[in-house]
């Protein structure tokens, strides 16, 4: 599966083109809106294009994090072309980007205060 409890309060989604982005996104929304105060770190490397849908739904996780503070979202590992979808619509200005997943994932544990151990949560 795409989208994976990483540790106690993060959730790691490595996202690919569509279909499977918006059937990611919509679990991914679901576990958010479930678990108050999560962290997302959103890896996009097999993403290589994005259209008004897929913008939507980032759009929604970003809200719904935010409506549960102290939730981080980081995305990481952009690709030129949806970089470019980021840039001209402005959308660079409101998401927090990481160079890659070690990078996000050790972003959100720090704005977390460290509690995260890492370690991957059995179901």
């Known amino acids: 599966m795409a989208v994976e409890q990483w540790s106690e309060n993060v959730i ?22 479930t678990r108050p105060g999560c962290h997302c770190v959103l890896d996009l490397s097999e993403v290589n294009y994005m259209n008004s849908s897929n913008i939507a739904k980032m759009l929604k996780l970003r809200r719904a994090l935010a409506e549960t503070p102290p939730s981080q979202l980081r995305l990481c590992g952009i690709t030129t072309s ?16 990481c160079d890659n997943v070690a990078s996000g ?13 890492g370690d991957v949560d059995e179901e």
């Open 12 to 33: 790691l989604a490595t996202l690919q083109d569509d279909p499977s982005f918006t059937e990611d996104m919509n679990l991914l929304i679901e576990m958010v809106e």
């Open 82 to 97: 949806v970089w470019g979808i980021f840039l001209v619509t402005g959308l660079d200005k409101i998401f927090e980007f």
């Open 105 to 117: 994932l050790a972003s959100v544990q720090m704005m977390a205060g460290g509690d995260d151990d």
